[in-house]
Nanobody
Framework: QVLLVESGGGSVKSGGSLRLSCAASGNTYSMYCMGWFRQAPGKEREGVASIDVDGTTTYADSVKGRFTISQDNTKNTLYLQMNSLKPEDTAMYYC???????????????????WGQGTQVTVSS
């Protein structure tokens, strides 16, 4: 079992930055793929970025060049650095993990077995 706890959300103005963290505990050695998702009110949850156990990263087109996913294996923590934030980035952000390597469907929610409770990000214009 793996427990994921997100933190770092908040309210910022357009153009600002935030760094989200996701602390993992439990059988973390079994995690191969980790990702960040977001869900805005009335919309489906969408994949933002993923990182594989070998460090390979993938991003949604909407955040490329602005967001950076990284992990600190010594601390069992996943990060999402978000720069140049836009109002359309407003959403609940979720951390996710799976025991299989990231694949071509990294952006699909069904690819992930474990989920955090989410942290709210609000960007005002």
């Amino acid at each position: 079992q793996v427990l994921l706890v997100e933190s770092g959300g908040g309210s910022v103005k357009s153009g600002g930055s935030l760094r989200l963290s996701c602390a993992a505990s439990g059988n973390t050695y079994s995690m191969y793929c980790m990702g960040w998702f977001r869900q805005a009110p009335g919309k489906e949850r969408e994949g933002v970025a993923s990182i594989d156990v070998d460090g390979t990263t993938t991003y949604a087109d909407s955040v490329k060049g602005r967001f950076t996913i990284s992990q600190d294996n010594t601390k069992n923590t996943l990060y999402l650095q978000m720069n140049s934030l836009k109002p359309e980035d407003t959403a609940m952000y979720y951390c996710a993990a799976d025991i299989d390597p990231c694949g071509g469907s990294w952006y699909e929610t069904y690819e992930y077995r474990y989920w955090g409770q989410g942290t709210q990000v609000t960007v005002s214009s």
